[in-house]
């Protein structure tokens, strides 16, 4: 029953018996719990999703990379590993067209000259910045004996650093589709290679044994976890990878590659 001095519009819970105060203090607390469980419910959920898009693929194969060398081999089964772990300069795209890589922009600044602008901000595995010096270093590598990339660069003679990020490719003669040969070359680490003496590609056909063969330290989209010759090679996701906000670049945590014999 409303009082008489207060209309239906003004009724307050000041107003009501005691019981009907208990009643929606009860029903408020109730209702409270309830928003809090479906907001904890809610960011469980959000974790859960979380984990469930942390995924492992496993490939069988019936070929070992043998080298993670990335200038050693130039054969699929090799690259296929191997530039999971580094990245070139340029690449392709879904359509096989030229996209940057490491390098942002190209230029034919002379007849016997391409200027590259680098990615900043570009680290390797082991935390240490992508530059000038790396690039000019990987190209002089892939491009001596014994890699086996150095078919790619024929007419290349020498790299030179113009600033930390920025670089010419040096030729012999006028190339206008040079960019074109430029995927697939590895981008290294001079320091890394100079710390580990592997400044020169392992010599494959030979069977050397370098620091290159079982170590590698890149600059892509996984890391190398794990390589046991003709077994198994486990590779984890770079989380400081350059390209992960493309919305391509998928959800595979760790790639485990089983060789079956």
Do not use: C
């Amino acid at each position: 029953r409303v009082p008489a001095s207060v209309t239906q519009g003004e009724i307050g819970a000041s107003t009501l018996p005691s019981k009907s105060q208990t009643r929606i203090r009860d029903a408020m607390t109730v209702r409270k719990s309830i928003h809090r469980f479906a907001r904890l419910a809610l960011v469980l959920g959000i974790a859960m999703l979380g984990l469930a898009h942390a995924t492992t693929l496993r490939i069988a194969s019936a070929f070992d990379p043998q080298t993670m060398d990335p200038h050693a081999l130039a054969l699929l089964y090799h690259s296929r590993v191997a530039y999971q772990i580094y990245d070139a300069l340029l690449n392709r795209d879904e359509q096989y067209a030229l996209e940057p890589s490491l390098a942002l922009s190209w230029q034919n600044t002379s007849p016997t000259s391409w200027r590259f602008k680098l990615r900043p901000g570009v680290t390797f595995h082991d935390g240490t910045p992508f530059t000038a010096d790396d690039a000019v270093f990987s190209i002089e590598r892939a491009m001596a004996a014994p890699s086996q990339r150095s078919f790619q660069l024929k007419g290349v003679t020498g790299a030179r650093k113009v600033d930390a990020l920025t670089f010419d490719i040096l030729l012999e003669a006028p190339d206008a589709v040079l960019p074109e040969k430029l995927p697939l070359i590895a981008m290294m680490s001079r320091a890394w290679a100079e710390q580990n003496k592997v400044e020169r590609a392992q010599d494959f056909n030979a069977k050397q044994e370098t620091f290159a063969v079982r170590n590698a330290n890149g600059t892509g989209p996984y890391r190398l976890e794990r390589y046991e010759t003709d077994v198994r090679v486990v590779l984890m996701r770079n989380p400081k990878w350059w390209g992960w906000a493309e919305k391509r670049s998928g959800n595979v945590d760790e790639v485990v590659l089983l060789t079956i014999r």
